[in-house]
């Protein structure tokens, strides 16, 4: 009896509890206002209608309700909301991609700064009118994405507040030859950001784990060129990168990163100045020769660093497979100077005058012609200071003579 009477005391109570829960509004509950052109922000600014972003959306697709977004608005019954709610959560569909956020340089960004302009989820995939990336109007489809990187990474205004030391990259992406082959002849295999940088858990260059980090930047760019990564992986330069050689030349180095131009005469002759900047002492000396001379001047037929020495396959010079070994030199040579002999070989585009060891004759050539140069300017020299007072008394002897007469 006692338990029945608990009974009809205790149910009707969790009955009363269970009705006071709210229930989530629906979509329809949202659009109530978020569609209606006439309704207003506290402040008076129009609400932006939503229902036609969200029926075209993946999202509204995929029946995506308001409140999996905007889960705060599950748990209150109060309409109007509050004007300023939690920012919507990705993480409950999309864990993987925002763990990966989690650990990207946008979020680093924004954690650092209360007001950081680093991207978030909407500044790259949009909010309500989220389309799947194979969707032409997506803000991730392959060919977009650089307008959606643009819209911070080529803003002055962002550039300076997020002090992003790179500047406008997309300007020069823009002019580049990856640029221009997915802008303006359309081809999908042309890298955009993300192909270089990665999507979500894009990294600084300088951690190791970035897409980007000196020693990546070879697997990166052999994800589309791979069979001269194969090549580059056999070269001098590739080895050293192999061994930790954080000054050893990468496809960034000579090609630059964004700014990537067409290999024609214009970048033949910018050869030897990309690789002076590792080799100082050998643009130096080759500064110096017929070559150097002649490409300093224009004329794109003459040798530079990669006619001779290679491009991707650089090989050091004991290598008998070098272009520059002792055995293959003379058919490298041959490449400009059809029918040349073995002596015409012997020539040393690095001739170095004051190299005693390289070039012993030149050394003490140069030195000949250093101390001739200097005997016979101090002879002359000497003669000169000697003959001067001679000449100006013979000067005023003549004035004196003159006025005699």
């Keep these: 009896m006692i338990l029945a009477l608990l009974g009809l005391w205790i149910f009707p109570a969790l009955s009363s509890a269970k009705d006071e829960t709210p229930k989530p509004p629906t979509n329809d509950d949202c659009l109530t206002c978020h569609d209606d052109a006439s309704a207003t922000r506290s402040d008076g600014r129009p609400l932006a209608p ?8 993946l999202h509204g697709a995929l029946g995506i309700a308001c409140v999996d977004c905007h889960v705060d608005l599950a748990k209150t019954a109060d309409f109007p909301h509050e004007e300023k709610l939690q920012r919507a959560s990705c993480a409950a569909c999309h864990a993987d991609a925002v763990t990966a956020y989690t650990k990207s340089i946008h979020a680093s960004a ?18 309500h009118d989220i389309k799947p990336a194979s969707d032409p109007g997506s803000l991730s489809n392959h060919f977009n994405v650089p307008d959606t990187c643009a819209r911070c990474h080529g803003n002055p205004e962002t550039i300076e507040k997020g002090k992003i030391a790179a500047g406008n990259v997309p300007l020069s992406y823009d002019d580049s030859i990856h640029g221009k082959a997915l ?49 580059y992986e056999e070269s001098v330069h590739g080895k050293a990168v192999k061994e930790g050689n954080p000054r050893a030349a990468v496809c960034a180095d000579c090609h630059t990163a964004h700014g990537i131009k067409t290999v024609g005469p214009a970048w033949h ?8 900047t590792c080799h100082q002492e050998s643009i130096r000396t080759f500064r ?20 001779c020495h290679g491009s991707h396959d650089i090989l050091p010079r004991k290598d008998p497979r070098s272009k520059v070994a002792a055995g293959g030199r003379l ?66 002897d003549n004035q004196r003579n003159g006025k005699k007469s």
């Excluded at 939503?50 to 959306?57: I, R």
């Excluded at 002759?269 to 002076?276: D, T």
């Design 50 to 57: 939503v229902k036609d972003q969200l029926a075209s959306s």
């Design 110 to 127: 924004r954690r650092a700064a209360t007001e950081s302009p680093a991207a978030s989820c909407a500044d790259c995939h949009g909010s």
């Design 183 to 231: 802008r303006k002849s359309g081809l999908k295999v042309a890298p955009n950001c993300a192909t270089c940088h990665g999507n979500h858990d894009i990294r600084k260059a300088k951690d190791a784990t970035s897409k980007v980090f000196h020693a990546n930047i070879p697997a990166t760019c052999g994800s589309c060129h791979e069979g001269i990564k194969t090549v």
């Design 269 to 276: 002759l910018e050869v030897a100045r990309e690789c002076g």
């Design 288 to 307: 110096d020769t017929f070559h150097g001379k002649v490409t300093a001047l224009g004329f794109e037929r003459a040798a530079t660093c990669s006619d």
């Design 331 to 396: 058919a490298t040579c041959q490449k400009c100077h059809t029918g040349v002999s073995a002596n015409f070989a012997r020539y040393d585009p690095h001739a170095d005058p004051e190299n005693r060891e390289r070039n012993p004759t030149l050394y003490y050539t140069t030195q000949f012609m250093r101390l001739l140069l200097g005997t016979v300017f101090a002879f002359f020299g000497i003669h000169t200071a000697l003959w001067l007072p001679r000449s100006w008394k013979a000067r005023r």
